[in-house]
């Protein structure tokens, strides 16, 4: 079975501080992802990245910057988190080839106060 | 601007019956769509993936594809009240130098009541 491990399930931060949120995988998956999930608005893409060190852009990546230095492990960074960061991260993986589903980390809820 | 609408619920279906969710997408080079079940408060879990036109089961799961119309449903039978979740319908979208990028629909509550 696919394993998508996020480091935390509960995380409560402050406003201003730097936050880092992990995501390891263990199926040698290409691809990674970062998701938000708020009610009512869905899914929507932070980032994602293809291989190592590469990154690009999703629907909402203001505020946020990631890191990819080995393949298995994708780091969302908060630069200096805000309240409207408060929501639910997912993390998810597949492989590049086409077709092929993502896998989702059981997920982070991130209270910024 | 690339597309997955699903009616948000609730739909309430009595436990034993047959509860339909609906979606449709806008982009018509789409080729893999996939269903997932999500849990209040837990991560999406996929259900069904479907690639070619036409119907495939699993279990009590019946994923529909129809290409012409941009139509992909799920269909499950002799519904039970754990299968009250959120459902969401995604759709593959190749952009941005991937091939694994989806597109998500918002979700259909799905209520079973016993």
């Known amino acids: 079975d696919v394993k998508v491990t996020q480091s935390s399930r509960y995380l409560v931060k402050r406003t201003g501080e730097k936050v880092f949120l992990e995501c390891v995988q263990d199926?040698?998956?290409?691809?990674m992802f970062w998701y938000r999930q708020d009610p009512g608005l869905g899914l929507r893409l932070i980032y994602f990245?293809?291989?190592?060190?590469?990154?690009e852009k999703g629907d909402i990546p203001e505020g946020y910057s990631v890191s990819r230095e080995k393949k298995e492990r994708f780091s969302l960074i908060l630069e200096s988190a805000s309240t409207n960061q408060t929501s639910m991260y997912l993390c998810a993986s597949s492989f590049v080839r086409p077709n092929q589903p993502q896998h989702f980390g059981d997920g982070t809820r991130l209270s910024i106060l | 601007q690339k597309e997955v609408e699903q009616n948000s619920g609730p739909l309430s279906v009595p436990e034993g019956a047959i509860a339909s969710l609906n979606c449709t997408y806008s982009d018509r080079v789409s080729q893999s769509f996939f269903w997932y079940r999500q849990y209040s408060g837990k991560s999406p879990e996929l259900i069904m993936s479907?690639?070619?036109?036409g119907d495939k089961e699993d279990g009590r799961f019946t994923a529909q594809l129809n290409k012409a119309s941009q139509y992909v449903s799920l269909l499950i039978r002799d519904s039970q009240p754990s299968d009250s979740a959120t459902y969401l319908c995604a759709v593959n979208m190749n952009y941005g130098g991937s091939q694994g990028n989806l597109i998500f629909g918002k979700g259909t509550k799905l209520s079973v009541k016993p």
């Open positions: 479907i690639y070619s036109n």
């Open positions: 199926m040698d998956h290409e691809n």
């Open positions: 990245s293809y291989d190592v060190k590469m990154k």
